[in-house]
């Protein structure tokens, strides 16, 4: 990660100002005439599934496609998977019972839409959308994606482990995010606010993966593939629950892409700048471990990645087509244990370390006036070091289950260094620690069988900027079995990172004064199962976000700092269907509309677009030896930052195919994508930090892969 | 008259503050209406849906077929369990939808040269002529007073709620990693005079009574 010194001020995302004119008033028409049709489509599916007509659980429960689940063993019952959510209230629970808008994404999903990276997956779920700027990626949730920020809005677990780090808040997702896809066992995305339970980051939303247990590997596995700009990847994995009762799994990955082999940009597109053309400046290599043991009530877990990514972009002015090696590392450690003591309290409590470290290279111009070309290489190199200790205990009784849980942590080595190597200069030199802790208490209150109120609460406490306090409600009334009202309010915040507190980038200054961002939310979703595996659901939700953290120049010196200065409003509607049918055919769709506005000046934030559509389509071809998944995305324009002179990336619609087949030979699995099916040339709104107004997506690749089981 | 002025006025004022909202939401009034109709005749049709399929129907097919692997692998002491041409009988005691899907499983099908039926019983029941008492989360009952009104008779107390083996119970339903599993008291099913087979055992986590006050 770098240190950014943008000097942008704090007119960071708001676009320039939006005249209500004719073409806007057309467009919004017809935004509002899709939406119609949309809800009207969803009526008629709604009254067909309310005729009446007989039908009951008799009919349906037992189709023949599916087992006799009395001939089931007692073996195979216990491995039948039953959709859960455990982030939404750090417990297992239905997915219609979560005071939250759930969305799961399957292991099985991952393989039929060929899914390569955590943004993949994210690309394909309801309402959030990912740019890449050919470094990073940037997880946009209920229409909020500031350029030039980290995601540190959006909270990534992996099994229930915090994965964004002090320094810049990142959430890292594409090639960066510390698991192969293949150990995922399902992706929980949770949206709304999670502080109560989580604390920082969990501002828009949660996303908790959830990885694979040894004995469902029960053995070992190879995977390899091949795919286009000269990517390889390798994979193999060993997991297995041994006969003294351990559980374990092993991983290894390593990934290497050289990339756009010519990288062509128009922003630099001059004589000197070899014509806009970086040429084999796009390459990325990365190796990960995965290992979790498990035995009786403890599990071990680590995990490490080390991404190296080429940045062909000349992020921070510096030279383009000129080698920009741009290194991510993060690992953790912990240990956990969960059991029922005493009488009957539910106990989970874990120790953890985790590493941080980026080392980043940039070459600049330093050509003096009048003075012969000169360059001047800077190295960057920053890492953090934490500690900390979870615990919670639960307790069920009559019609309340009270958890209270605590959390910990103590940054020990914080530490932000850059210097020019020649002539030599140290240009930031920051060591430094933090500690924090929270407190939280949850309630799930039963006021009726079908009526659950949760409520929660934490206290968290920085020694930074001190503390804050974050409640939120949720109502959860199921007036008949197959309909869920629920009924949300709640409280975030996210913390101000290391760079943003410390103020130790280039001509910058500290802001003792800054706090954290707040936002608050309400929130409304139906859900309703209908006849024949389909399922509805709808939402609608408004969030108010307060102090948003933005840098700005001092007038007086003329020094860079970050100040808790913009407010922002979002208002939408989002809705899904989703079918399964009992011989497999999986299709889900879903529409968003929504709305992020600077609170004062009323204008559209930058990278919000205002409408996303999502389809997948999964499609046994022969039974479950051969299957196809189709994907479709569409992203209506998105502003560009204010004052570039590309006003806004373009609507864009993607598709993606992928076929696969496993087990006709025993063991293997074969998949083809194609990604980006119809070539579509799109963009996503590019940060501060870099020169394009918009940076430009991959074009239609492919990928094959195989992976053999024994 | 001044009826009619002030109904005008109130009915200019509805249409201004109407309005304001409207422009507030930048929409215009006939696209708000349209939204507000939209919405309650989708609210309308949601509400008129009829019972069928249900979100946890997987979850309870997948408790029926352990019921019915209850039924197998337990042993009733002799002359608790009918004549052979008689029904082994599995009540559900349930505020939901797990009777129906629980049904649809088990009715009919042969244990132990016996013919399954399940039925419903909604309170604590007076009668047991079952062998079998499933008790769901909706039907929010302490597994200890179930016990307390089962006392002296050899039914298999089963259910999902939190450590309800421990708790009063003899088989609980567990969730762990995604799936269902079992929880057993042994203790109590030997109190009751049933035979637990040791392949139940074998598979089931054994869980031990907790001291309740």
């Known amino acids: ?710 | 008259m001044r009826i009619n002025i002030d109904k005008n006025l109130r009915q200019q004022a509805i249409e201004r503050k109407f309005a304001s909202r409207c422009r507030k939401l930048r929409i215009c009034p006939d696209q708000c209406l349209s939204w507000c109709i939209s919405t309650l005749i989708l609210l309308f049709a949601s509400m008129t849906v009829r019972a069928a399929e249900t979100p946890s129907a997987l979850e309870y097919k997948v408790k029926a077929g352990y019921l019915f692997n209850l039924a197998r692998f337990v042993e009733w002491p002799a002359g608790s369990l009918p004549l052979s041409d008689s029904f082994f009988t599995v009540a559900v005691l349930d505020e939901g939808e797990a009777l129906a899907v629980i049904q649809s499983v088990l009715d009919g099908k042969q244990v132990n040269g016996h013919l399954m039926k399940v039925k419903s019983v909604r309170t604590n029941p007076a009668e047991k002529d079952f062998q079998i008492l499933f008790v769901t989360r909706a039907a929010a009952k302490s597994p200890q007073d179930l016990r307390l009104s089962l006392a002296g008779t050899a039914v298999l107390l089963v259910g999902e709620t939190d450590q309800f083996a421990e708790r009063g119970g003899m088989v609980g339903f567990v969730r762990e990693q995604e799936a269902i599993h079992l929880t057993l008291n042994l203790e109590r099913t030997t109190a009751a005079g049933l035979k637990v087979s040791a392949r139940l055992s074998s598979v089931a986590r054994l869980v031990k009574s907790l001291d309740l006050k």
């Not at chain 1, 041994?242 to 990955?253: I, M, R, Y």
């Open chain 1, 1 to 710: 990660m770098a240190l950014r010194s943008s000097g942008r001020g704090s007119d960071y995302s708001l676009h320039s100002a939006q005249v209500c004119s004719k073409k806007v008033l057309k467009k919004r028409r017809k935004a509002l005439c899709t939406f119609r049709v949309w809800l009207w489509v969803v009526i008629l599916i709604i009254s067909w599934g309310s005729l009446p007509i007989s039908y009951s659980a008799n009919d349906s429960a037992l189709g023949s496609a599916e087992p006799d689940f009395t001939s089931l063993s007692l073996e195979e019952l216990g491995s039948i998977k039953v959709p859960t959510v455990y982030g939404a209230s750090k417990h297992d629970q239905r997915i219609t019972d979560a005071p939250s808008s759930v969305t799961i994404v399957t292991s099985e999903e991952v393989k039929t839409f060929g899914y390569r990276t955590l943004a993949d997956i994210l690309r394909g779920v309801r309402g959030l959308y990912v740019s890449y700027d050919r470094t990073y990626g940037y997880i946009g949730v209920r229409g909020f994606n500031r350029p030039g920020d980290f995601g540190g809005r959006t909270l990534i677990l992996v099994d229930g482990h915090r994965l964004n780090e002090p320094l810049f808040d990142s959430a890292f997702n594409v090639t960066d995010f510390i698991l192969d896809v293949d150990l995922i066992e399902r992706v929980e995305v949770i949206r709304g606010p999670g502080s109560t339970l989580y604390g920082d980051n969990a501002f828009f939303g949660v996303i908790n993966v959830i990885t694979r247990h040894g004995k469902d590997v029960a053995g070992a596995e190879i995977s390899g593939s091949v795919a286009s700009f000269d990517t390889y990847q390798s994979r193999v994995t060993y997991g297995n629950r041994l006969t003294n009762g351990v559980e374990v799994l092993f991983s290894g990955s390593y990934f290497d892409s050289q990339g756009h082999e010519r990288l062509y940009e128009p922003a630099f597109d001059t004589p000197d700048q070899n014509n806009g053309i970086a040429e084999g400046r796009d390459g990325d290599t990365f190796y990960s471990g995965f290992a979790s043991i498990k035995y009786h009530q403890f599990t071990l877990e680590g995990a490490y990645i080390a991404r190296d990514k080429s940045a062909p972009l000349a992020a921070y002015e510096t030279l383009f087509n000129t080698p920009q090696p741009t290194i991510d590392k993060r690992g953790f450690a912990r240990l956990n244990f969960n059991d029922t003591l005493g009488e009957d309290w539910v106990v989970s409590a874990s120790a953890y370390y985790d590493y941080y470290g980026s080392d980043v290279d940039y070459l600049s111009d330093a050509t003096a006036p009048g003075g012969p070309f000169a360059t001047v290489l800077n190295k960057e190199r920053d890492h953090a070091q934490w500690t900390g200790f979870e615990g919670q205990v639960s307790k069920a009784f009559d019609q309340h289950r009270l958890t209270l849980g605590t959390e910990l942590r103590y940054d020990f080595d914080l530490t932000l260094h850059s210097v020019n190597v020649s002539p030599y200069e140290v240009l930031t030199d920051f060591h430094g620690s933090a500690e924090r802790g929270g407190l939280f208490l949850q309630d799930e209150y039963s006021i009726l069988t079908n009526l659950v109120l949760t409520a929660g609460l934490r206290f968290d406490d920085y020694s930074s900027f001190g503390n804050t306090l974050n409640p939120r409600a949720g109502l959860v009334y199921n007036p008949f079995s197959k309909t869920t009202f629920k009924l949300l309010y709640g409280q975030a915040y996210r913390a101000p990172n290391l760079f943003e507190y410390s103020g130790v980038g280039i001509d910058s200054k500290s802001n003792p004064g800054l706090g954290p961002e707040h936002i608050r939310t309400y929130e409304m979703v139906y859900e309703q199962y209908l006849p024949a595996n389909l399922r509805f659901s709808a939402s609608g939700f408004f969030n108010q976000t307060d102090n948003l953290i933005a840098q700005a120049v001092d007038p007086d010196d003329g020094l860079l700092y970050y100040r808790n200065v913009e407010n922002a409003q979002t208002k939408g509607v989002e809705m899904e269907a989703e079918y399964r049918s009992k011989a497999g055919l999986f299709a889900r769709a879903s529409y968003t509309l929504q709305r992020t506005e600077d609170v004062s000046t009323h204008e559209e934030l930058s990278n919000s677009p205002r409408q996303l559509v999502k389809a997948n389509v999964g499609v046994p071809l022969w039974g479950e030896k051969l299957g196809a998944g189709l994907e479709l995305q569409y992203s209506s324009r998105a502003l560009a930052l204010p004052g570039r002179p590309i006003g806004s990336a373009d609507p864009y619609w993607v598709f993606n195919a992928t076929l696969y087949s496993r087990e006709i030979v025993k063991g293997l699995e074969l998949s083809a994508s194609v990604y980006n099916l119809l070539d579509e040339k799109y963009t996503n709104p590019a940060g501060d930090e870099l020169t394009p107004s918009v940076i430009r997506q991959d074009g239609r690749n492919f990928r094959l892969k195989l992976t053999y089981k024994y």
